[in-house]
C-alpha cells in the first residue's frame, strides 16, 4: 500500500509541476499578445503593480473555472 501511495503523490506533484509550467506560459503568451494594451494602461497613469495583478487574477480565474471541468 505503501508504495501505491508515493507512485499517487509523485504522479499528483508532476501533474502540479506541469500545471503551473502551462499557467506560467499561457500567462507569458496573453502579456506578449496584449503588448499594446500594457502600452496604453501604462500611458494613462497605470501602475505596474495594478497591470500584473489584473493579469494574474485573470489567470487565476480561468484556472478556477477550468481546473473543475476537467
Keep these: 500500500m505503501n508504495i501505491i501511495k508515493a507512485i499517487t503523490y509523485s504522479a499528483s506533484a508532476i501533474i502540479a509541476i506541469i ?23 501604462k500611458a494613462m497613469g497605470t501602475s505596474p503593480e495594478m497591470i500584473s495583478s489584473l493579469y494574474l487574477a485573470t489567470s487565476m480565474i480561468m484556472c478556477l473555472v477550468v481546473i473543475p471541468l476537467a
Design 19 to 41: 500545471a503551473m509550467i502551462a499557467m506560467v506560459i499561457n500567462i507569458r503568451k496573453t502579456i506578449n499578445f496584449n503588448a499594446k494594451e500594457i502600452g496604453i494602461l
